[in-house]
């Protein structure tokens, strides 16, 4: 057992998710891999359970039922990790949009130079940014900006996906009371940890858009992050935390 996680949701990713999973136990630094599988429809989960035969000690996978939104996915996966021994616990999508290279980037700015959430960050040093159309890119970049201007926090991508927290920050955040399930999940979770007090660290990385299977992005994924950060910044946290 590693002291890193790496928590990758799955929903209908069989073109990359053989290729994803090789690429991170490839690398120097080892990682415990945990899938998290919303009953893809497309065998996902099968090509998970062959691979566990080769990586049985690294590679684990929880399949649920039905397709019940990102942010859910992940608290199943935060959970399982808690659960277990884990110190750093990393969310990141399946299509490569994520570079597997810059899981070190993030787990160093944690275990290395002191922040208690990493987040690799788009926007932090420009737009960096590839193969997205201008309207996405604009409205991401926007999105951004209206989230930190409602909110206040000093993060220039909150809506980022890729992102490592530290065991006690998982443990401090009520998991239970997280109210969304897509968009704006990765905005309350970074909103959350500022408003407890943790360190926040964005490590600039370069995104690139899937070249395989199909984006789960939808209007009303972009509607909850609208709405959501306003009821989110009107509501904040209690006093006790």
Not at 1 to 12: F, R
Not at 38 to 49: C, L
Not at 129 to 149: D, E, G, H, I, Q
Request: proline share 2%; charged share 25%; aromatic share 12%.
């Amino acid at each position: 057992m590693q002291d890193t996680l790496v928590i990758i949701p799955t929903y209908n990713e069989k073109e990359n998710i053989e290729n994803i999973i090789k690429a991170i136990f490839s690398l120097e630094k080892k990682f415990d891999i945990l899938v998290v599988d919303d009953g893809s429809p497309d065998g996902t989960a099968s090509i998970v359970k062959d691979l566990q035969l080769k990586f049985s000690e690294q590679l684990f996978l929880e399949v649920r039922k039905n397709k019940n939104g990102l942010g859910t996915a992940y608290i199943h996966g935060f959970k399982w990790a808690l659960s277990k021994k884990y110190e750093y616990i990393i969310e990141m999508d399946a299509d490569f949009s994520h570079n597997p290279k810059d899981l070190k980037k993030l787990y160093k700015a944690c275990s290395v130079y002191g922040a208690d959430v990493s987040i690799g960050s788009r926007y932090s040093k420009g737009v960096n940014v590839v193969n997205w159309p201008m309207n996405r890119v604009l409205l991401s970049y926007f999105a951004t900006k209206y989230v930190r201007f409602i909110t206040r926090i000093p993060v220039h991508d909150a809506t980022a996906g890729f992102v490592c927290y530290k065991r006690k920050v998982l443990e401090t955040i009520n998991l239970d009371k997280i109210k969304f399930i897509g968009y704006a999940f990765q905005i309350e979770m970074k909103f959350k940890a500022w408003k407890h007090g943790f360190k926040i660290k964005e490590v600039s990385v370069i995104f690139k858009d899937r070249t395989q299977g199909q984006s789960k992005m939808d209007g009303s994924i972009i509607g909850e992050a609208i709405f959501g950060v306003i009821k989110m910044k009107l509501k904040g946290l209690p006093k006790s935390k």
